[in-house]
């Protein structure tokens, strides 16, 4: 304890000294900044530190509270405190372990917070179904990282064959749609036999 007691002692004399200001105010407006910018860059890590900002001074206002409820004479404000920031760690955990998970798989790629399909799947499908020479098709995107590799199977309308320059001039149009897609792959084939979930 005398060992604890000294660093502790010298720690917040060096601050003093030092003139450190602690920076709250910052983590939460860079949490905030961190927040807005992470869908515009499709950036999960940027969205996942963010809300670890966000967790941070949750979980201080919290222990605050309870602190202060137990000086107001509040025996289970210490408890409860203790509840909400543990179940709040475990909301923010388990959201994060299934969402890294369904990336691992190569599931439906999804928005950074992971709570709906991506809009670009919608913009994608628009797209193929305009061309002409397409009949059926299946599309799926997979996230990798920053960017997308888009994977599109598709049925040539029939009595029409699809030609390399068709292809050519579907991958452009696919590509131009969003600039973090970095490849588009179309492969022709006869039938589609199940759809494949994006």
């Given at each position: 304890?005398t060992?604890?007691?000294?660093?502790?002692?010298?720690?917040?004399?060096?601050v003093?000294l030092?003139?450190e200001?602690?920076?709250?105010?910052?983590v939460?407006?860079?949490?905030?900044?961190?927040?807005e910018?992470a869908?515009?860059?499709h950036?999960?890590?940027?969205?996942?530190?963010?809300?670890m900002?966000?967790?941070?001074?949750?979980?201080?206002?919290?222990?605050?509270?309870?602190?202060?409820?137990?000086?107001?004479?509040?025996?289970?404000?210490?408890a409860?405190?203790?509840?909400?920031?543990?179940?709040?760690?475990l909301?923010?955990?388990?959201?994060?372990?299934?969402?890294?998970?369904?990336?691992?798989?190569?599931?439906?790629?999804?928005?950074?917070?992971?709570?709906?399909?991506?809009?670009?799947?919608?913009?994608?499908?628009?797209?193929?179904?305009?061309?002409?020479?397409?009949?059926?098709?299946?599309i799926?995107?997979?996230?990798?990282?920053h960017?997308?590799?888009?994977?599109?199977?598709?049925?040539?309308?029939p009595?029409?064959?699809?030609?390399?320059?068709?292809?050519?001039?579907?991958?452009?149009?696919?590509?131009?749609?969003?600039?973090q897609?970095?490849?588009?792959?179309?492969?022709?084939?006869?039938?589609?036999?199940?759809?494949?979930?994006t």
């Open positions: 304890m060992v604890v007691g000294a660093y502790l002692v010298f720690d917040g004399a060096t003093l030092a003139q200001h602690p920076p709250t105010g910052t939460v407006l860079l949490g905030r900044a961190k927040l910018l869908p515009v860059l950036d999960k890590v940027l969205h996942t530190d963010a809300e900002n966000k967790a941070d001074w949750l979980t201080a206002t919290a222990a605050i509270l309870g602190i202060l409820g137990i000086g107001v004479g509040l025996w289970w404000a210490d409860v405190a203790a509840l909400a920031i543990s179940g709040s760690v909301m923010d955990g388990w959201k994060s372990l299934r969402g890294a998970v369904h990336d691992l798989m190569d599931v439906q790629v999804t928005t950074v917070d992971n709570s709906e399909p991506l809009p670009l799947l919608d913009r994608i499908e628009e797209t193929v179904t305009a061309a002409s020479g397409v009949g059926d098709f299946s799926r995107v997979r996230d990798m990282g960017l997308f590799h888009v994977e599109l199977r598709v049925v040539p309308e009595a029409r064959d699809l030609a390399v320059d068709d292809i050519e001039a579907l991958c452009r149009r696919v590509a131009a749609l969003d600039e897609i970095e490849d588009v792959l179309i492969m022709p084939v006869r039938r589609i036999p199940h759809r494949v979930d």
